[in-house]
């Protein structure tokens, strides 16, 4: 089936260890998102690739880095990860430009930072 | 700005009992409407959406909603309550145009009591 994949679902990290976090879709979306969820919270997003610009959301910390090699796959580095970035994060797909646009979301990779 | 507005952070119901979520947005424009659902360590799943035309929408597992345009308010229900609906629940706004920027709400916990 078509789908949104991240891997690996639950990441363990230590503080100021790098870690990339993977998404892929084959879904073939112009579009790819990442979004920040944390406990009890709602989803923010990071930041989003149309195609292969780079759109960073205005309060996205510069430890926050993404890339997109490919249309089918994106990643999410965090160079020096903190306490406070434990989280959920979410990938997400959509197709701009479609009569029926909608975001297609990953099962999200849950990020411990020890 | 845009914002989304969950009044209620947890709400308990009985199984078959009816159910009401409240959403209030603000946005500039004519915005798109959805409701996500989450269970817990899972990604979200679209439950449905208002794009246009009828405001009152169907979507799956037997829910609705219904856009009310006066009252900036796009209200989830459910006749009956089954177990299994028990999640975190979110709604979100996002542009009419473009890539599909989702601004959620903090979400509304199911809780479902036999």
């Known amino acids: 089936d078509a789908m949104v994949i991240q891997n690996p679902r639950y990441q363990v990290t230590q503080f100021g260890k790098p870690v990339t976090l993977s998404c892929s879709q084959t879904?073939?979306?112009?579009?790819m998102y990442w979004y920040q969820q944390k406990s009890s919270q709602a989803p923010k997003l990071l930041f989003h690739y149309y195609d292969k610009d780079f759109n960073n959301e205005a309060d996205t910390p510069d430890n926050f880095q993404s890339r997109r090699p490919n249309t089918s796959f994106c990643f999410l580095d965090i160079r020096s990860p903190g306490l406070g970035d434990a989280a959920m994060y979410l990938c997400a797909t959509s197709r701009v430009g479609s009569t029926n646009e909608k975001l297609f979301f990953g099962s999200g990779t849950q990020l411990s930072v020890l | 700005a845009q914002s989304v507005t969950q009044p209620d952070i947890h709400i308990t119901v009985s199984e078959g009992a009816s159910l009401e979520l409240r959403c209030n947005y603000s946005?500039?424009?004519?915005?798109?409407l959805f409701w996500y659902v989450q269970s817990p360590g899972q990604g979200l799943q679209l439950l449905l959406k208002y794009f246009s035309g009828d405001t009152l929408v169907q979507g799956i597992k037997g829910f609705e909603a219904e856009f009310k345009r006066s009252q900036s308010s796009f209200n989830l229900r459910k006749p009956s309550v089954h177990w299994s609906d028990a999640a975190e629940y979110f709604c979100?706004?996002?542009?009419?145009?473009?890539?599909?920027?989702?601004?959620f709400g903090t979400g509304t916990r199911l809780t479902v009591i036999p």
């Open positions: 879904l073939n979306h112009n579009v």
């Open positions: 946005y500039g424009a004519t915005p798109y």
């Open positions: 979100a706004v996002g542009a009419r145009s473009g890539a599909n920027n989702l601004f």
